[in-house]
């Protein structure tokens, strides 16, 4: 399989510019035309420096994203440009060139990553708040209804069948609580990062001088659990668990304009 490494064309992100120009005036479609044609001319370093300079006035375009990580990898970044091709997925869930790519960097550089399973992609899709809102609807209808069955006279009658409809909205609402908690933890982008250096090592403390659990290529995914100074204590998968150098990951979701700098 070979990778994508032709940029979109600007029409393809005409619309999103478009509306980008309301606020930004019309700059960014300038400037993404003149980043594109850098790239087309071989002059990679100026149109990822251009690509970023959108980035940073907090664009958000999948095919932004797709042509920085394309232009990363024609620089030679393979973590750069896994990094941003996770993130032209999370703009647009179906981009079929950021998943190909994806793939392509995969068997290239065969990182680590934890199982993008049909439910964690079908998860994934859901609204951030949907478990909470879920549960919090089911479980107030439910204990109302189990009120009633105990406090209405109207409802004694029919108390099995409205302590039976209770029940199941107490259940649902408690299956809510915890699929949110669930998607929280384990699918929120938020919660991912990606490891952009060739030469990252999870380690037992947040020391040089520790014990290496395990090497981490370039493209590797891990879940951020706590930060302490220049460290990070991640989730790796395989059910390892390590610190590794900040410096070292760039978090999937939100992008940090700052590591630009």
């Given at each position: 399989?070979?990778?994508?490494t032709t940029i979109l064309s600007p029409f393809a992100a005409s619309f999103f510019l478009a509306l980008s120009s309301i606020c930004?005036?019309?700059?960014?479609?300038?400037?993404?035309?003149?980043?594109?044609?850098?790239?087309?001319?071989?002059?990679?370093?100026?149109?990822?420096?251009?690509?970023?300079?959108?980035?940073?006035?907090?664009?958000?375009?999948?095919?932004?994203?797709?042509?920085?990580?394309?232009?990363?990898?024609?620089?030679?970044?393979?973590?750069?440009?896994?990094?941003?091709?996770?993130?032209?997925?999370?703009?647009?869930?179906?981009?079929?060139?950021?998943?190909?790519?994806?793939?392509?960097?995969?068997?290239?550089?065969?990182?680590?990553?934890?199982?993008?399973?049909?439910?964690?992609?079908?998860?994934?899709?859901?609204?951030?708040?949907?478990?909470?809102?879920?549960?919090?609807?089911?479980?107030?209808?439910?204990?109302?209804?189990?009120?009633?069955?105990?406090?209405?006279?109207?409802?004694?009658?029919?108390r099995s069948v409205t302590v039976t409809l209770a029940t199941i909205l107490i259940t649902i609402g408690v299956a809510g609580f915890?699929?949110?908690?669930?998607?929280?933890?384990?699918?929120?982008?938020?919660?991912?990062?990606?490891?952009?250096?060739?030469?990252?090592?999870?380690?037992?403390?947040?020391?040089?001088?520790?014990?290496?659990?395990?090497?981490?290529?370039?493209?590797?995914?891990?879940?951020?659990?706590?930060?302490?100074?220049?460290?990070?204590?991640?989730?790796?998968?395989?059910?390892?668990?390590?610190?590794?150098?900040?410096?070292?990951?760039?978090?999937?979701?939100?992008?940090?304009?700052?590591?630009?700098?």
């Amino acid at each position: 399989m070979k990778p994508s490494t032709t940029i979109l064309s600007p029409f393809a992100a005409s619309f999103f510019l478009a509306l980008s120009s309301i606020c930004f005036s019309e700059e960014p479609d300038a400037v993404f035309l003149s980043a594109n044609a850098d790239f087309e001319s071989k002059d990679f370093e100026q149109a990822k420096l251009k690509f970023q300079s959108l980035v940073e006035k907090s664009l958000i375009s999948s095919e932004l994203y797709f042509n920085l990580g394309t232009t990363h990898f024609r620089l030679g970044n393979e973590g750069e440009a896994m990094v941003w091709m996770r993130r032209a997925v999370i703009a647009e869930p179906g981009m079929p060139e950021a998943r190909q790519n994806i793939e392509f960097l995969r068997i290239r550089l065969g990182f680590l990553e934890f199982d993008d399973s049909s439910l964690r992609q079908l998860l994934g899709i859901l609204p951030p708040a949907a478990g909470r809102w879920t549960g919090t609807c089911c479980l107030w209808m439910g204990l109302l209804c189990a009120a009633g069955a105990v406090f209405s006279n109207r409802l004694r009658p029919n108390r099995s069948v409205t302590v039976t409809l209770a029940t199941i909205l107490i259940t649902i609402g408690v299956a809510g609580f915890a699929l949110q908690h669930h998607q929280n933890r384990y699918i929120d982008a938020r919660n991912f990062s990606t490891i952009t250096s060739s030469d990252a090592t999870a380690l037992t403390a947040p020391s040089p001088s520790a014990k290496i659990v395990i090497a981490l290529p370039p493209g590797s995914e891990v879940r951020a659990l706590q930060t302490s100074g220049q460290w990070c204590y991640v989730d790796i998968p395989g059910n390892l668990r390590g610190w590794i150098k900040s410096s070292h990951l760039q978090s999937n979701w939100p992008i940090a304009t700052q590591t630009f700098n």
